[in-house]
Every structure is written in C-alpha cells, then in structure tokens.
C-alpha cells in the first residue's frame, strides 16, 4: 500500500483564488482527518469523517473552508476565496480506529501570495 | 481551557545520548495521549499511544510515561541516533466529544 497520497505536494497561489486540495486515503480505513500545520499555531486539527461522514468540522476556520468525502477512498479540502493567511502545509490522515491511529500523508505546502 | 504544553521547545544532544522530552496537559476529560515524531518536511508518525490506566509504553529506543494524577507525560530517547533529529509532538484526545488538543512541539537535533 503507498500509504497517504496527497496532491499537490506544493501549491502557490494569489490571493482571491480557489484551492483544491486532494488526499487518497490508506485501502480499508474509514476516518479521514484533515489538519492545518504553520509555524505560530502548530498543528491544528480541522475535520474529520468517519465512514465518509463529517464527524467534527470545529476546527474549520471560517466558511472559506469546505471539505468533502465523494466516497470512501478520496476527500478534498477547498479554500474559496483564499486568503495569505491561509498559508499553511495541510496534512491528510486517515485511520481506522478514530483520531488517535491516523496514519498521515506527506502534506500539501499551500503559499498564497 | 485544554491545553498541552511541550519542553523544552527545542533541544541539541551529541550522538548516543539519551534525553527526555515532557508533556503537561490540562485536557479534562482525559481519554489518551499520542507521541508523533514529524521528519521536516513529511508528515508526523505516531510512536505510542497511552491510555488512563498505562503508565509506561515503549517502541524500541522511544520509551513514553504518563503520570494521569499530575497529568504529565514523557518521551524518553534513548541512544539517540542522528534520525532521531525531528519535532515530536504530544496530542491529548478527551476534553469532550474525543476533541484532540496538539502542543506546539520540541524539535530535537542530534549532532555528531
């Protein structure tokens, strides 16, 4: 199994645009975790599904963000419009035994300019 | 307020020594603490998960504690290898609706 595939790896965009990050969960598992990672704020968990359902979604930061589980291997992330301070590296997980056996990809460093 | 608090915030030790890494958290109620090791520029790797009842949990050369009186935890290293240079990042699950509360993390350098 290649694990967490996350893309795209690097995203720059200007401010106003639409992002769409996209992550591949681990073959079997059923909860997807999205995170937020940056300097000031550490790691900060957004949302998470559980059998494609949005379980918690607290920690979405504003409606700008908005995510999605089309089916049971794939979830997107969408940022509409985006913001500098949205500049981040997000992070995918799934698991399959709930928030403490997330398994993570390798990130999605977003720069909006 | 659910808190986790990490130290140090960052810490250098030479090859082949041990060190020890502390997590103090006010999560109520408690439900576990998970240990990640995040390599820059990958995503984090747990490396143990404790429940209320655990007091000790080892992966090889990664020994963890948890003290849920006092609620403080550990991160033991021990023979530290230039690999283990990475943030290590203590989560705490519980504070109502298994909510997951993240420290900001110690990076450990190892150095020759």
């Known amino acids: 199994d290649a694990g967490v595939i996350q893309s795209p790896r690097h995203e720059v965009t200007e401010m106003g645009q639409e992002v769409t990050l996209r992550c591949k969960l681990i073959?079997?598992?059923?909860?997807l975790f999205w995170y937020r990672q940056t300097m000031m704020r550490g790691l900060e968990l957004l949302i998470y599904?559980?059998?494609?359902?949005?379980?918690?979604d607290s920690g979405m930061p504003e409606d700008r963000f908005s995510a999605k589980m089309p089916n049971a291997s794939f979830s997107t992330l969408k940022i509409q419009p985006s913001e500098p301070r949205d500049s981040a590296v997000y992070f995918c997980?799934?698991?399959?035994?709930?928030?403490?056996?997330?398994?993570f990809g390798q990130g999605t460093r977003l720069t909006v300019v | 307020k659910n808190q986790v608090e990490q130290s140090p915030q960052s810490l250098i030790i030479l090859e082949g020594k041990n060190c020890t890494l502390q997590?103090?958290?006010?999560?109520?109620?408690?439900?576990?603490l998970r240990w990640y090791k995040q390599d820059t520029g990958r995503g984090p790797v747990s490396l143990t998960i404790?429940?209320?009842?655990?007091n000790t949990k080892s992966n090889g050369r990664y020994t963890a504690t948890l003290d849920a009186d006092t609620k403080q935890s550990s991160l033991h290293i021990t023979a530290s290898q230039l690999s283990d240079s990475a943030s290590y990042i203590c989560?705490?699950?519980?504070?109502?609706?298994?909510?997951?509360?993240f420290g900001t993390g110690t990076q450990l350098k190892v150095e020759l």
């Open positions: 997980a799934s698991g399959d035994l709930g928030p403490h056996s997330a398994f």
């Open positions: 997590c103090n958290y006010t999560v109520s109620p408690f439900s576990n």
């Open positions: 404790m429940t209320f009842s655990e």
């Open positions: 599904f559980n059998n494609n359902v949005p379980i918690d």
């Open positions: 073959s079997g598992h059923n909860s």
């Open positions: 989560v705490v699950s519980g504070g109502g609706g298994n909510k997951l509360t």
